[in-house]
């Protein structure tokens, strides 16, 4: 292998690296929102005295925003039991 070839080799393997970090890093802040967001509609549905359109709404955005994250609407609903 030539020096220019290791060069290059050695190019690529860090711009993987810092690509790797970096989803590493993307992945830990998506699950650190998630946390949040779960303790927050924990909150709204579960703790709060005054229910109403206001809680919806915000559950709704919760939910919104987890799609958006996720992909998934329904990442933070309890997934305790499976029917069928």
Known sequence: MTK????TAARAYHQERLRQRDDEARAAA???DLDELSRLRNYLIFKRRAHGADA?????????YAEQLTGDRTALHAKNHKCG
């Open 4 to 7: 220019a070839e290791n060069r």
């Open 30 to 32: 998506v699950a650190a």
């Open 56 to 64: 919806e709404k915000l559950q709704s955005a919760i939910d919104d």
